[in-house]
Structure formats: C-alpha cells, structure tokens
C-alpha cells in the first residue's frame, strides 16, 4: 500500500510541477521583466511601511495651522521643509502617505489571507466531495458574488463599527468566493488524474489525498490570485475610506486623505492627487507582479 502511495506521490510531483534548472529560472525570470518591475514597486512600497518611523520626516498627526494648505516644493510659495505641501490643518503630506502605506498593505494582505483560509477550504470541501456539499457551497458562491459589494461592506461596517481590524474582517469575508470558485475547478480535475485514482485505490485517506497529493498542485494558482486580490483589497479599502465606512479618521490612510482632499481638490490639487498616485502605483506594481507569477508559474509556457 505503501509503495503505491510512495509511487503516486512522485507521479505527481513529475507530471503536474515543472523540473526546474538554474539556467531556466534566470531565463524565465529576464523573459518577465514587467513582473519583476512590479514586484520592484511593492519592494519598495515595504519598505516605506515597515520603515516607516525611521523614513518620515514627520509625526503624521502633528498639526501646524500656520502652515496648512502649503504647496509641493516645486511651486510657488513651496518649501522643502514640506515637499509635497501640508494638508487643511497643516500635516506633513509626505510623511501621511509614508504611513498610510502601513495601512492599505496591512489591510490587503490581512483580508487576503482571511479570503484565501475561507475560499481555498470551501473550494476543496466542494471539489473533492462533490454532492450536497458543492451544491451548497456553489450557492454560496452565487449569492455573495450577487451581493452588491457596497451594501454588504455597509451593513457590516454598521453591526462592527469602523475601525482598521474590522475593515479587513469584511474585505476577507466578502472576498472569498472568487478562491472557491478557482480552487474548486481544480480540484475538481485533479482528482480524476491517475496519480489521485491511485493513491485511493492505496487506501490514502480523503484528508491524506488532499493535503499531499492536491493541495500542493494548487499552491501556485492560489498565490497569484491572492496577489492580484490584494491590489484589490487595497482599491476596497481606499474606497470604503472615501465614504467614510474605513479606517476613522485621523489615523493616516490613502483613502482618508482622499476624501479629505476633496472639497478643495479644484484649488489644492495636491491633497487629492498625492494620495491617489500612491493607490494607482501600489495596485499597479501589485497587479504587474501578480501576472509575472502568473506566467513564471505556468508550466505549459516555454522557458
């Protein structure tokens, strides 16, 4: 029974993951530069919120009147004290947009990881045993992605309140479907391969099967739709906290200071382009590192 089970297993690892040399994998990675660019930016977007502290030049809750509405150093009146101005009650920009980015990440990643346990769990139970199961965890599915995203986020920001754990409790469990519908499709091919038929004939328990011989095979699709989701996570947070369902005020967030900037964005273009700059270019570099895994991680693509 053994040996079968042992033979299933290296079946497995031949046919579904690729053999990978040196040369190869510095070859695919020069061939996805943009993915590599894109994972430059969230490098970078890191290190500016793990570093924030030391990177700041200034408490981003320190408030000087005397000095609000100051411009970018580069126009007039600008100073390189401020260099990309103050807001509407004096804040250094900078230093809130350095700490705002600990925010959107932190809530990303968090809601994507709650998303990923919930929607990779459910995909699997609703692949591998099929039945009643899939019947009921598919409509699941189909009723939160009918659900508008908006009025759900509502509703549970009004029963929790809004605070920064509770905006990435709702962003995970309102993102989840999009994982079981994934993971399901897999698993669901999966399990009608040799090496699956074999390892159950070998009398491999259900949980035994799932967890060495599918889940494995499903590592890599799961990690680039978590990086993709996480840019999306971010453009969700960033939305809430323009409504004002977000992180509450006066704690620095990229969507806070949007909203913030509106009412004067017609005259102090700055408050509201900044932060706006900082969603685009951190979903960008997010969006580009997830397609370079993509392809990197595709074993039909040509090295």
């Not at 320190?62 to 150093?73: A, C, E, G, I, L």
Request: hydrophobic share 50%.
């Amino acid at each position: 029974m053994e040996t079968v089970s042992n033979t299933s297993t290296l079946y497995a690892s031949e046919v579904v993951r690729p053999r990978w040399t040196t040369q190869k994998v510095l070859r695919r990675i020069w061939r996805f530069r943009v993915g590599i660019f894109g994972g430059t930016i969230v490098l970078a977007m890191l290190i500016l919120a793990i570093f924030a502290p030391q990177i700041a030049p200034y408490d981003p809750y320190d408030q000087d009147v005397m000095k609000r509405f100051m411009p970018p150093f580069w126009m007039p009146k600008g100073s390189t004290e401020h260099l990309l101005g103050t807001d509407h009650v004096g804040r250094d920009i900078l230093s809130r947009l350095i700490y705002g980015s600990r925010v959107s990440l932190s809530v990303g990643f968090l809601a994507v990881i709650i998303a990923t346990g919930i929607g990779a769990t459910l995909g699997i139970i609703a692949g591998y045993k099929g039945g009643k199961a899939d019947t009921v965890i598919s409509f699941a599915v189909n009723v939160m992605m009918a659900f508008p995203f908006i009025l759900l986020a509502m509703v549970v920001v009004a029963i929790m309140g809004a605070s920064f754990q509770n905006i990435f409790i709702c962003l995970g469990i309102t993102s989840w479907p999009i994982y079981t519908r994934l993971v399901r499709a897999e698993v669901m091919q999966l399990k009608e391969i040799d090496f699956i038929t074999s390892a159950r004939a070998a009398g491999c328990s259900g949980l035994r099967i799932v967890m060495s011989h599918i889940f494995p095979n499903l590592v890599s699709s799961i990690l680039v739709v978590a990086t993709v989701e996480t840019a999306r996570a971010i453009l969700r947070e960033s939305f809430l906290s323009f409504l004002g369902l977000g992180i509450p005020p006066p704690i620095p967030s990229w969507g806070g200071m949007l909203s913030e900037g509106r009412a004067y964005m017609l005259f102090k273009w700055w408050l509201a382009a900044f932060p706006g700059f900082a969603i685009f270019i951190t979903a960008l570099g997010i969006n580009l590192l997830g397609d370079g895994m993509r392809d990197f991680l595709d074993p039909h693509r040509e090295g």
